[in-house]
């Protein structure tokens, strides 16, 4: 706490592992608790989900039961938490639950609730590991993708002393050191080669704050739902009487439960000694789970906190989103994710006009579609008898299908829907576009879809070589 459906990404042409399944949960997973700051009672669900449909937010609670990707690219708040928003709605406090779903692999679930935040529970994620085990996790048929790095990437704010470092690896290091200039709590600093003590060693450490903090939120109205038990709140030198009143009322405790004294003013244990790093790098492992697969590197973290965590993990998809450029890998031999009669209940149009075989690849912000152009095509018939070439002006509409199958995969009624072109831009024809071609277009959003409007950058392959390039904006309307 302290300090878009998302769809895994499968990227062929990176340095990438396939010896793993995607994996979702078995069954649906039922549990509730307080909201750490509205105090209101939060239901969660979280449903099994489909491959390559990711990790994503459900807000039950409102009418449309809006989307929200787990996703960096809505991360807007992270003053007291990380806090997902798109089209003005907003999860908050997901970093532990999202955490305990990495360690175990998750790749697919759908996240329902009926409030904005999920529940603090104890602090830490240690009920989302055992309520997880209870359910029990099923493999998909489809491969993992992990993204490993392969150059230094680094976020640094000098003045405050934060400076997170991701280093190639082959596998997940975390070293993790945090200094608040604190007598009480001083340097501390904790390791992992991997995940697999997760369980023991991380999962079960809760939350930390300074009485200072606590403070300004209670008197904010915010933390209705903090509890005495579920964070551990250090205090720099001994309270008045005042104080210790003032907390006990805020959490509905006797007096006598409060430690006056400077160190931890809860009168809780430890669970370790350095329990608030372990909980700093618990934090950051949930954080990371945003850039939407898992990560192989090697991570050096000084003084993280969700607001560097978020910038490192931007930073990570930037270098992931760069690594897109140039020809996308084509095996025909590989299940489309989305064949014709799929992409018929994305599109309404049809012969002659249906322009995209299938999809190949899909992802929150980007897809990658196949258009097999053979000589059959009416169009060569006036387009030209003696040298048949497919007119520009179908690339492009081929090319907005394939970007319309984008920004559709997310509604559940796609067929009540339309995508229409608004504005075409920086169109460059390179390359003539002949029978026996197959056309390959990646379209990827150049920023987040916003009441309806979508933006779009697109390319268009034949092998290896680039065939035509455009920025596409389109509403995306109901039908009457």
């Known amino acids: 706490m302290s300090d878009n459906f998302n769809i895994i990404i499968f990227f062929p042409t990176f340095a990438a592992y396939y010896m793993e399944q995607q994996k979702t949960l078995k069954a649906k997973l039922s549990l509730s608790g307080k909201g750490l700051h509205t105090g209101k009672h939060v239901e969660v669900n979280i449903l099994p989900a489909s491959k390559y449909s990711g990790i994503n937010f459900c807000r039950i609670d409102i009418e449309s039961k809006p989307i929200i990707p787990a996703l960096v690219d809505y991360v807007t708040d992270t003053s007291r938490g990380t806090t997902l928003e798109k089209d003005g709605v907003k999860i908050s406090t997901i970093e532990h639950l999202m955490a305990a779903l990495s360690f175990f692999g998750i790749d697919n679930a759908l996240i329902q609730l009926n409030a904005p935040e999920i529940p603090i529970l104890d602090g830490s994620s240690k ?32 003045d405050k002393g934060v400076e997170l470092i991701a280093l190639p690896y082959d596998g997940f290091k975390v070293e993790i050191t945090i200094d608040y200039n604190s007598s009480v709590l001083g340097i501390q600093e904790y390791q992992i080669e991997s995940l697999k003590d997760f369980e023991k060693e991380i999962a079960p450490c809760r939350t930390f ?51 006056a004294e400077k160190g931890i003013v809860n009168n809780i244990e430890k669970k370790f000694d350095n329990e608030p790093a372990r909980h700093k790098l618990l934090d950051f492992i949930g954080d990371l789970v945003l850039v939407g697969r898992p990560i192989k590197g090697h991570f050096i973290l000084k003084r993280p906190g969700h607001f560097a965590n ?86 492009v509409e081929a090319m907005g299908q394939t970007g319309g199958i984008l920004v559709l995969k997310d509604y559940p009624d796609p067929e009540n829907y339309t995508t229409y072109f608004m504005k075409i831009d920086g169109v460059k024809f390179r390359a003539k576009v002949v029978p026996g071609d197959t056309l390959i277009f990646r379209l990827f959003l150049t920023e987040p879809v916003r009441r309806g409007i979508v933006k779009m950058k697109g390319e268009a392959y034949v092998g290896n070589k680039m065939v035509m390039e455009a920025l596409l904006m389109a509403q995306v309307a109901r039908n009457k």
């Open 127 to 158: 009920i989302w590991v055992e309520e997880i085990k209870k359910i029990g996790i099923e493999e998909l048929s489809a491969n993992k993708s992990v993204y490993s790095i392969k150059k230094p990437i680094k976020f640094a704010i000098q």
């Open 209 to 259: 704050v300074f009485l200072h903090e606590i403070e300004v939120l209670l008197q904010h109205n915010l933390i209705k739902g903090g509890d005495l038990d579920n964070a551990l709140i250090f205090v720099e030198n001994s309270l008045s009487k005042d104080q210790v009143d003032n907390l006990a009322k805020a959490f509905g405790k006797n007096p006598e439960e409060i430690k």
């Open 310 to 395: 978020a910038e490192l993990s931007k930073q990570i998809k930037s270098v992931i989103m760069e690594e897109l450029k140039g020809a996308p890998y084509y095996d025909p031999n590989q299940e489309p994710i989305y064949a014709i009669n799929d992409i018929k209940r994305f599109l309404p149009h049809r012969f002659p006009m249906l322009l995209v075989d299938k999809v190949i690849e899909v992802g929150e912000d980007y897809v990658i579609g196949v258009k097999n152009v053979t000589g059959n095509e009416d169009f060569f018939n006036g387009h030209f008898p003696q040298e048949p070439i497919m007119p520009g002006v179908l690339i």
